[in-house]
């Protein structure tokens, strides 16, 4: 069982693959699509929750998603298809990083993909390129709420505290004009989510070859979260708009 089956199967019961709970996604896309017409894309847009809540509260708003997830492009499609906005959704499968569209957007959205840009900077430099003038950014990235053990360091990356992740959006250029921090709430139900949907996915097929490795999978998951970085760890997401510009 691959990474990208494992992901799928867990975010089963949580399609937003972040600790955020219904409302907080409502407010932030609330604060972050500046009108209806808007131009609106996701730089590692998954199974494209983002884009098609976004398109269902907005009838004239056109988004697109890049991915390098050819499975998670196609359940978007999907999903989108029976959602009734297909016709306005754009998918594009390749590497986010060196993605180049014909035209700037509205909204730029990274939530929990910073990884793939190889930070938190270069992410905030990859939606820059492709933003209009006016236009925002909604980025999301994990943060210290506490001293963390070097082994969540190993684990997690080498975040800094919330001050200091609002220090470096500052320094870069950035007005937070919106903002939200996962609550203890979001953070538990996301992980009780990722982990339970996929146990509950290998009990289900107790016959399937895979169904061992799944659980395991799970076990593995939520030892290390309640062990290592439950205690440590948050989760932020800011709407930005540039400084000047």
């Not at 219904?22 to 932030?28: E, H, T």
């Not at 210290?144 to 250029?173: I, Q």
């Not at 439950?230 to 932020?236: L, N, P, Q």
């Amino acid at each position: 069982m691959h990474r990208e089956q494992i992901s799928r199967i867990a975010h089963t019961g949580h399609p937003i693959a972040a600790p955020l709970d219904d409302d907080a996604v409502r407010r932030l896309l609330e604060h972050g699509v500046p009108r209806d017409g808007a131009r609106v894309l996701d730089l590692g847009c998954g199974g494209g929750e983002w884009l098609l809540r976004a398109l269902a509260g907005h009838p004239g708003l056109r988004a697109e998603g890049v991915d390098v997830s050819a499975g998670s492009l196609e359940r978007a499609r999907e999903a989108a298809h029976a959602r009734g906005v297909r016709e306005r959704l754009v998918l594009h499968h390749e590497d986010a990083r060196g993605f180049a569209a014909s035209h700037a957007f509205d909204l730029v959205i990274s939530v929990g993909a910073t990884h793939a840009f190889g930070g938190l900077p270069a992410t905030l430099a990859a939606a820059r390129a492709h933003l209009a003038p006016g236009g925002r950014v909604l980025i999301g990235d994990g943060f210290w709420a506490r001293e963390p053990s070097s082994e969540a360091v190993e684990m997690l990356g080498d975040l800094g505290d919330l001050p200091a992740t609002l220090d470096l959006v500052v320094a870069d250029g950035w007005t937070p004009v919106h903002g939200h921090i996962s609550s203890r709430r979001e953070l538990d139900d996301y992980e009780w989510a990722w982990t339970g949907s996929l146990a509950s996915w290998a009990l289900d097929h107790p016959d399937d070859p895979d169904s061992a490795q799944a659980l395991a999978a799970a076990s593995a998951h939520r030892d290390e979260w309640l062990r290592v970085h439950r205690d440590v760890f948050g989760f932020v997401c800011l709407v930005l708009r540039p400084t000047s510009g």
